[in-house]
């Protein structure tokens, strides 16, 4: 099977080594990049053209559904999970809305978000 590339985007360096560690474990999938805030992970996004993004909702410089979008605008194609301590209604429906395909809770178990990477390939990466 062919690796799921996959670009970090969170500001707590604690989070990217964690998920790191964590998803370095899956032969699928394959960590490619790592960014602190919206704007890195933009040139990031251009520069490594990764298959999905793993974003925190809540990021310096650039955030929220907005983001997203602007993500989205780059390369239709690429499949966003947002990953965040906010769990609002509010906030998950912006985000559905703007194009992400899953929203997880930083509380969540983080097999959880294997499972969400896998299956942005099944719907189209």
Same mark, same amino acid.
């Given at each position: 099977?062919?690796?799921?590339?996959?670009? #970090?985007?969170?500001?707590? /360096?604690?989070?990217?080594?964690?998920?790191?560690?964590?998803?370095?474990?899956? /032969? @699928?999938?394959? #960590?490619?990049?790592?960014?602190?805030?919206?704007?890195?992970?933009?040139?990031?996004?251009?520069?490594?053209? /990764? @298959?999905?993004?793993?974003?925190?909702?809540?990021?310096?410089?650039?955030?929220?559904?907005?983001? #997203?979008?602007?993500?989205?605008?780059?390369? /239709?194609?690429?499949?966003?999970?947002?990953?965040?301590?906010?769990?609002?209604?509010?906030?998950?429906?912006?985000?559905?809305?703007?194009?992400?395909?899953?929203?997880?809770?930083?509380?969540?178990?983080?097999?959880?978000?294997?499972?969400?990477?896998?299956?942005?390939?099944?719907?189209?990466?």
């Amino acid at each position: 099977m062919e690796q799921l590339s996959v670009l #970090i985007v969170d500001e707590h /360096p604690i989070i990217i080594d964690g998920l790191l560690l964590f998803l370095n474990k899956y /032969p @699928d999938i394959s #960590i490619v990049g790592a960014a602190s805030d919206g704007r890195e992970g933009l040139a990031q996004l251009r520069r490594l053209h /990764p @298959d999905c993004m793993i974003v925190d909702s809540n990021q310096p410089k650039l955030h929220g559904a907005e983001t #997203i979008r602007r993500y989205l605008r780059e390369r /239709p194609d690429l499949g966003i999970i947002v990953y965040t301590e906010y769990t609002d209604e509010i906030l998950v429906n912006e985000a559905l809305q703007a194009g992400v395909r899953a929203y997880i809770s930083k509380s969540a178990p983080v097999a959880d978000l294997a499972c969400a990477l896998r299956e942005t390939r099944r719907k189209g990466n």
